[in-house]
């Protein structure tokens, strides 16, 4: 039986697949939103007055695959 995928291995898949679709950008924010495996559409940002990344799906925290994914096809603005 293989192992469970890592966040960043879904992640990279997410993009390869073509689930993420950054919707917006803008000097403070980074909006966008990622479908999951369930069909599910997840909405995550980049707020810079928090500085923080957020996302709307129940397994949310800084490794969360879908922040992963947007991590890695944005800058955060102001970095």
């Given at each position: 039986m293989a192992g469970r995928?890592?966040?960043?291995a879904k992640a990279l898949r997410y993009l390869?697949?073509?689930?993420l679709e950054?919707?917006?950008v803008t000097e403070t924010a980074v909006d966008?939103?990622?479908l999951g495996d369930e069909g599910d559409l997840y909405?995550?940002?980049?707020?810079?007055?928090?500085?923080?990344?957020e996302c709307s799906c129940p397994a949310y925290g800084r490794r969360?695959?879908?922040?992963?994914?947007?991590g890695r096809v944005v800058k955060k603005p102001g970095a």
């Open positions: 995928e890592n966040s960043e390869a697949e073509g689930r950054v919707q917006r966008a939103a990622c909405r995550l940002s980049w707020n810079a007055e928090r500085r923080r990344w969360c695959a879908h922040v992963l994914a947007l």
